[in-house]
């Protein structure tokens, strides 16, 4: 299991000392989010400052972009650094695609996401290989790539691509298509098992990946003191209250309170929500341990159903430097 960071909300002059700093802690990959901060232009840097950091986007909003903004950034940052970057992609959910990026929010997201992909990929293959870039699709139909705009062959380019999601039909789609999946922070051991796992290998039995098994990453909860507890109290509280991820409450037959909690958010209630996450919710959704005992505790939890593991909190150089640096030797 390798155990990556997250980089926190921060301005672009502060990447390449936390790039730096990642690096030395040990950590095998750093990933960028799309919050409150372009998730792309912090990769750059990231490559510019760093040797042997993996990195990528955890995740970039794929709707909020055509396939080849997508292609065209990735293959850059591929090239730049090495071949260490990783595409990661998800779809957000309709109000944000509508009301936040003003971008239109497809009927089959699945099905759209599916055909941003191989779209990517043919212009990857336009790019490396000098096929005729022609992709048509019921979303995308791609098909002008004259040398001008061709920015040629690549020493890396095999780009992973790596999707993320709560639900089973973009599961079963990285099982079909993609490198990797990245399974959302709102999940219990029990969900990763009896729901995204196997909607991973059936999408594996008819998948057109060039490798053989779909690389799970996952963040986690992690409470190790009073404070800890109350900050992931509240964030599940705000995952649960989104109707897309009922279905993680739903299994635990905590779909009534999942109901509640969106009537609060819609109400704009925020400081009632968290009370009504219990502490028997809170150990399926967060895991709550000793300092000294994480990393046992990490590896207990996740071993089979994770192949990366970040933890909920960002890394902050400067933080808690020396805790940092002995959990990651523990995974090295």
């Known amino acids: 299991m390798k155990f990556d960071a ?3 909300p921060t301005h672009l002059k502060d990447v390449p000392a936390i790039a730096r700093a990642a690096q030395e802690i040990g ?13 792309f232009l912090p990769c750059a840097l990231i490559a510019e400052h760093t040797q042997s ?27 730049q650094s090495g071949g260490r970057f990783i595409l990661g992609l998800g779809t957000q959910v309709k109000a944000h695609i509508e009301r936040r990026f003003g971008m239109p929010w497809p009927e089959s997201p699945v099905g759209k996401l599916r055909e941003q992909i191989l779209a990517i990929r043919a212009f990857w293959d336009c790019w490396q290989n000098g096929t005729k870039l022609s992709f048509r699709g019921e979303y995308y139909k791609i098909t002008l790539m004259s040398p001008f705009f061709n920015p040629g062959a690549i020493e890396h380019p ?46 594996e039995k008819n998948g057109t990946r060039t490798t053989q098994h779909v690389i799970v990453s996952t963040t986690a909860f992690v409470a190790t003191s009073p404070e800890e507890e109350s900050f992931a109290r509240m964030q599940i509280a705000f995952y649960a209250s989104t109707p897309s991820y009922r279905a993680v409450m739903d299994l635990h037959g905590w779909g009534d309170v ?4 969106s009537g ?30 994480l990393a046992a505790a ?27 640096k002995e959990l990651a030797a523990e995974f090295s």
């Not at 986007?57 to 591929?78: G, K």
């Not at 999946?181 to 999940?187: K, V």
């Not at 999942?258 to 909690?261: D, G, H, V």
């Open 6 to 8: 997250a980089l926190p």
């Open 27 to 39: 950590f095998d990959a750093l990933w960028t989010q799309e919050t409150q901060h372009d998730p």
């Open 53 to 79: 950091l993996n990195f990528g986007t955890a995740i970039a909003v794929s709707f909020a972009r055509s396939p080849a903004n997508l292609a065209y950034t990735a293959w850059d940052l591929a090239a």
């Open 158 to 203: 095999n780009i992973p691509i790596y999707i993320a999601g709560v639900n089973t039909g973009l599961a079963h789609l990285a099982g079909e298509l993609c490198e990797g999946f990245h399974a959302h922070p709102f999940h219990s051991v029990r969900y990763l098992r009896e729901v995204i796992l196997p909607a991973i290998k059936e999408g």
């Open 258 to 261: 999942a109901e509640k909690l």
């Open 264 to 293: 609060f958010a819609a109400k704009g209630e925020w400081a009632e929500m968290p009370m009504l996450i219990t502490d028997e919710m809170l150990d399926e959704f967060c895991l709550r341990t000793t300092t000294e005992n």
């Open 298 to 324: 990490l590896k207990s939890r996740y071993e089979g159903l994770a192949d990366r593991l970040t933890l909920y909190s960002p890394f902050v150089p400067g933080e808690k430097d020396e805790w940092w």
